[in-house]
């Protein structure tokens, strides 16, 4: 593979809720179903070609050349039921692949794990609803059984919401669930190695940078579309400008000394939310 190839980058976008209803604390983490179904017409008018993640990582380990000329990843956090309601039509307008990320325990019910944030009423996916987001080409991936900070667990805790989350699917959707997603983009390498250990083969981290040829497959890269990402900051996350600042605060944040901090208090963690 030549240092070009191994250079190359590839935007992962990461979504949560595409709704215009949002408290405050969650603001950035909506977006607007115009603003998304203008993205996305973005991206066939600029002849991306959207991958699920485990598409992505198979045909990547093939090599630069298995890849199509202009990839993009999209995956969703959480399984907010208005991803069937708003997101999946569009998708479905393009033939759009997309992995959507699913927090188990809170399927059929609502978003409990955000009662801090005012948003614990957020409804969230039905099962049967999954099953027709995944008969639509959609990949569904584990996002832990109740969304927890996975690097301040045990190893058996950090076992239980890992796979917990992946035989509810795999019961539900009848198909092997191999890609994950980190709570709040926290991991650890024991929690990668648990991960392999229990049959994943890709993980999504944050990071707020492009992912590329080399990125390791059980901590991608993606870039987090907010309520404010206009077409133009949209077109820049797409080709990696203007992501320095946030890629060196989310280092930061990940050092041992700030994981000590967060034992204590998790004042910033919602910023990272996923």
Not at 173 to 188: D, E, I, R, W
Request: glycine content about 4%.
């Amino acid at each position: 593979m030549t240092t070009g190839s191994i250079n190359r980058q590839i935007p992962i976008l990461m979504y949560h809720s595409i709704s215009t209803q949002a408290s405050r604390s969650f603001r950035s983490f909506a977006v607007a179903p115009d603003r998304f179904a203008a993205q996305m017409a973005f991206l066939h008018e600029h002849a991306y070609t959207p991958l699920t993640v485990s598409q992505f990582v198979s045909l990547r380990a093939q090599g630069s050349a298995a890849l199509p000329a202009r990839p993009v990843v999209i995956t969703f956090d959480d399984g907010f039921a208005d991803f069937a309601l708003e997101a999946l039509p569009v998708l479905r307008r393009y033939q759009f692949a997309a992995t959507l990320y699913v927090t188990t325990n809170f399927m059929n019910t609502s978003s409990r794990w955000l009662l801090q944030e005012g948003e614990a009423d957020r409804s969230m996916l039905s099962w049967q609803q999954l099953r027709e987001v995944r008969d639509n080409g959609i990949e569904c991936g584990a996002h832990t059984h109740t969304q927890p900070q996975l690097d301040m667990l045990s190893p058996d805790q950090i076992w239980q919401e890992i796979t917990l989350s992946k035989d509810a699917l795999e019961q539900h959707l009848g198909n092997p669930v191999m890609s994950f997603a980190y709570p709040y983009g926290y991991y650890t390498p024991q929690v990668r190695t648990l991960l392999t250990k229990a049959g994943y083969t890709s993980a999504c981290a944050v990071k707020f940078t492009m992912s590329t040829m080399s990125t390791d497959s059980l901590a991608l890269a993606r870039l987090k579309v907010s309520a404010n990402t206009d077409l133009p900051a949209f077109a820049d996350l797409l080709e990696g400008r203007g992501m320095s600042p946030l890629t060196t605060l989310y280092t930061r944040l990940r050092t041992p000394a700030w994981h000590l901090t967060r034992q204590g208090s998790s004042a910033v963690t919602h910023y990272f939310s996923s």
